[in-house]
C-alpha cells in the first residue's frame, strides 16, 4: 500500500514536500515513481528514484527544481518541488515497480500506486 501526502495549494515560486510512505512492500526492492495529472490531461511520470535510493531521473520540465528522497526508517520517499509554477498543477501519486537496475525508468508498467494528493500552484 502506497499513501501520498503534504499535497496543497502554494503561490508560484513556493514549495511543497510530498511523502509517500509505503507498508507491505520492502523499499530496497523497488522503484518509486512520482506521477501526476492535469485536469484534461493524460498521467506523466515526473521523477523516479531507484531501488538502492541512490539515484533518480525525472522530466526535463522540473529539473533543477523537483528532488526525490528516501528514509528507510520510516519506509517513506519524499518528493521536494520547488519553485513551483501553475503548470505543475495536478493531482500527484506515488507509484512502487519492482526493478533493480540502477538508471530507473518512468516509462515502464508500475505495479502499486497511492490514491494521490492534490496540488494546486497559484496566486
Known amino acids: 500500500q502506497l499513501v501520498e501526502s503534504g499535497g496543497g495549494k502554494v503561490q508560484p515560486g513556493g514549495s511543497l514536500r510530498l511523502s509517500c510512505t509505503v507498508s507491505?512492500?520492502?523499499?530496497?526492492?523497488?522503484?518509486i515513481g512520482w506521477f501526476r495529472q492535469a485536469p484534461g490531461k493524460e498521467r506523466e511520470g515526473v521523477i523516479c528514484l531507484n531501488a538502492r535510493g541512490d539515484s533518480s531521473n525525472s522530466v526535463d520540465s522540473v529539473k533543477g527544481r523537483f528532488t526525490v528522497s528516501r528514509d528507510n526508517a520510516r519506509k517513506t520517499v519524499y518528493l521536494q518541488m520547488n519553485s513551483l509554477k501553475p503548470e505543475d498543477t495536478g493531482v500527484y501519486f506515488c507509484a512502487a515497480d519492482r526493478y533493480s537496475s540502477y538508471k530507473c525508468r518512468l516509462g515502464r508498467t508500475f505495479d502499486y500506486w497511492g490514491q494521490g494528493t492534490q496540488v494546486t500552484v497559484s496566486s
Open positions: 507491505g512492500l520492502n523499499l530496497e526492492n523497488y522503484v
